[in-house]
């Protein structure tokens, strides 16, 4: 399946009690299955939708998931009195694509938390009833998933804390593969909600000096390195840090002025296409590591290709939380968090090592390299497990 091929269900649907829109995208089904997020905010689009439900095909390839990829997307700000119940009406309606295939999980301006409330009250089950109900065995399957959606690690729960750990063990990986010393760099991270909140801390505790943090309100940095587990303290379910905690030496500036950082490694963490071609030129950072989903433009991604820059692709870099998801659902680990966390940095390295080795082997950029090395893995699952569902259960998948 090529990355031109069209997906395989687009769906717009229209909220009848606010007028606004959601939608849902459905790329590519293995055994009957796809996997992929819904989002919320204020202005998601089709278009949007479309190409996240294509990177979620390339992130469960990456990982040896045995799944399609979909995604989903509700119009409206998270912060409207609104929001929660739009929300709930929407997953009414999508009630069909869940117990067809479809499994869901948070992501921008959705927690997990409250996802798992609106799909009870909805009668639906848990967020990823599809793929328990293809497991070979739902009744374990739901109780390791439920086991590990009760984990907390230091006041965050596991599944909000194990993408951004996985986004720290990417960035250690390509600087283990460039032969850089991590302990030391200086790091901005660009949104401070799950991914970008987590992914401050695991990089802080492996020794890099984050310097800047930006959430909706504007950006926060010091060059002497900002105290990330006070500003976690602080933050807002919705990533948005408490100013009045802050230290006397810590700065204040504009929510555009994150490029103006100075920093080796930059951490897009929050919403789509922030790197553009106008801005790619004031990239200060030797790796940009995107924890966020689409957040650089192709025609930026070939301009810090041309500059070196590495870009360490979004479905590569964040794709720990949902390869967590299966790993847990399908029995490869227990809901434990030591088992996760180390799971999560051996298969991240691996697939980073991987990844960077091909590119500088074909002398292509890292995402073209894993778009190959994906889709690869994507179309062997389906051509074993078939497109459509079988009488194969899921099975664990070798990584």
Known sequence: MGSDSEPRLRVIWTDPVTGRKGYAVIDRMVNGLAGGGTRMRSGVTLDEVERLARTMSYKNG?????????????DIDPHDPQARGMLSRYVRAMRPLYRSGWGTAEDLGVTQELLTEVFAEQGVGLTVQAMLDRSGDAQAAGRRVVQGLA??????????????????????????????????????????????????????????KVVGVVDVNGAIFNPGGLDVERMLESRSALGEVDRSTLRRDDKLGLRDSWLDIDAD???????????????????????????????????????????????????????????WWWWTLLGVIQPDADQSFKQVSRVMRETVGRMLELADAQGIPPRQAADELSMRNLDRLAADLGEDASEKDLKPVAT
Do not use: H
Not at 62 to 74: E, I, R, S, Y
Not at 268 to 296: F, H, Q, S, Y
């Open 62 to 74: 990456a990982f040896n998931l045995p799944g399609g990829g979909a995604k989903g997307g509700v």
């Open 151 to 208: 984990i907390n690690v230091e006041g965050i729960g596991l599944a909000d804390c194990i993408g951004g750990y996985g986004v720290a063990e990417a960035a250690a990986a390509c600087a283990e593969y460039k032969g850089w010393t991590l302990s030391g760099m200086r790091a901005v991270i660009q949104g401070f909600g799950t991914m970008g909140g987590s992914s401050a801390r695991y990089l802080a505790r492996l020794g890099v």
């Open 265 to 323: 490694i930059l951490v897009p963490a929050a919403i789509g296409d922030v790197l553009t071609a106008g801005n790619a030129g004031k990239v200060k950072a030797r790796m940009v590591v995107e924890a966020a989903n689409i957040p650089t433009t192709d025609d930026a991604a070939q301009r810090l290709y041309e500059r070196g820059v590495v870009v360490i692709p979004d479905y590569v870099a964040n794709g720990g939380a949902n390869a």
